[in-house]
C-alpha cells in the first residue's frame, strides 16, 4: 500500500536520493544551491509544495512537487505539477497514480480550476499512466532560458 505525506526536513536524505535520480532520468544536471533553495522552499511549503510516496514499509519510491499561479482564463488558481518521479523499481505499484491524487485533492482544497502538467514526449512509460487519469491537450511545449 502506497502512503503520500508532505516533505518534512527529516526526509531530506529521501528526497535527496529521489530528487538526484529524476533529474538523472531527464539527462539533466540542477547546480547544488538550487537543490537546497528548492528543498527550503518545499519545507516553507508558501510557493512550493511537495509530497513522498511511501512503499508499505515505509521507504520512500517517489516525489511530486507543485505551485499555483493566477491564470487568465479562470478567477481561480491553476495548479501546476512540476515534478514527478517514481522510482523505477516502484513503477507500476499505483505510486504515481497516488501521487497525482494527492496533488488533486490538494488543488481542490486550495481552490485551483486545474492541474496540469508537462512530460517528454517519448516518456511512454509515465504516459500510459497520464492518459488513464488526466486528458492530452495536445499543445507543444516551447521555452526561452534566460
Known amino acids: 500500500m502506497t502512503t503520500i505525506s508532505r ?3 527529516d526526509d531530506r536524505p529521501a528526497w ?4 538526484q535520480a529524476y533529474i538523472t532520468f531527464y539527462e539533466s544536471e540542477v547546480p547544488a544551491d538550487v537543490s537546497n533553495t528548492t528543498f527550503e522552499r518545499i519545507l516553507a511549503h508558501k510557493d512550493l509544495h511537495g509530497a513522498l510516496a511511501r512503499d508499505a514499509a515505509g521507504t520512500p519510491i517517489g516525489l511530486v512537487h507543485w505551485l499555483t499561479h493566477p491564470a487568465t482564463w479562470t478567477t481561480g488558481s491553476y495548479c501546476y505539477l512540476e515534478d514527478l518521479f517514481v522510482d523505477p523499481g516502484s513503477r507500476g505499484s499505483g505510486a504515481g497514480r497516488a501521487l497525482i491524487d ?3 485533492g490538494w488543488a ?3 481552490g485551483a480550476s486545474k492541474v496540469y502538467w508537462l ?3 517519448d516518456n511512454a512509460t509515465a504516459r500510459a499512466l497520464y492518459d488513464k487519469v488526466a486528458v492530452s491537450t495536445g499543445f507543444v511545449h516551447y521555452e526561452i532560458e534566460l
Open 102 to 104: 494527492h496533488v488533486k
Open 16 to 19: 535527496d536520493a529521489l530528487w
Open 7 to 9: 516533505i518534512t526536513a
Open 119 to 121: 512530460t517528454a514526449d
Open 108 to 110: 481542490k482544497l486550495y
